[in-house]
């Protein structure tokens, strides 16, 4: 199996192997440098899917790192595109996780775009 070929796919990956709050990007270029940094230095796990283990890099999130504050973080980075989960610790399904960032990142973008709005009156 070609790794970089199914990490690269737009599939759900799996939840990060924790029951704790995490956040995770793709493992590629400097993402888990960015993610190392945005959750305030913790360590880093990785984890995959079959032959490719090593798909995704994931960091558990502490009370100071909340999973809204590390993705801003992450957006600012320009690594936005690249999470595949920042969620708390509440475990949900693919198909939710997908439908819920994409939720966040509307949210996100209405408040972005009121923010400038309102500067600009």
Not at 28 to 49: D, V
Not at 59 to 70: I, Q
Request: glycine residues 12%; aromatic residues 8%.
């Amino acid at each position: 199996m070609n790794c970089s070929i199914a990490c690269s796919q737009d599939v759900a990956p799996a939840d990060p192997p924790t029951h704790s709050a995490a956040c995770a990007v793709v493992f590629q270029g400097n993402n888990s440098e960015h993610l190392q940094y945005c959750a305030g230095g913790g360590p880093i796990g990785y984890y995959g899917t079959g032959d490719c283990p090593e798909c995704f890099a994931y960091v558990n999130l502490t009370e100071g790192n909340t999973n809204v504050t590390v993705f801003n973080c992450l957006t600012q980075l320009g690594v936005g595109g690249d999470v595949v989960e920042c969620s708390p610790a509440t475990p949900v399904s693919a198909g939710a996780r997908h439908g819920t960032n994409k939720v966040f990142l509307g949210i996100l973008m209405s408040m972005i775009t009121t923010g400038i709005l309102v500067l600009n009156w």
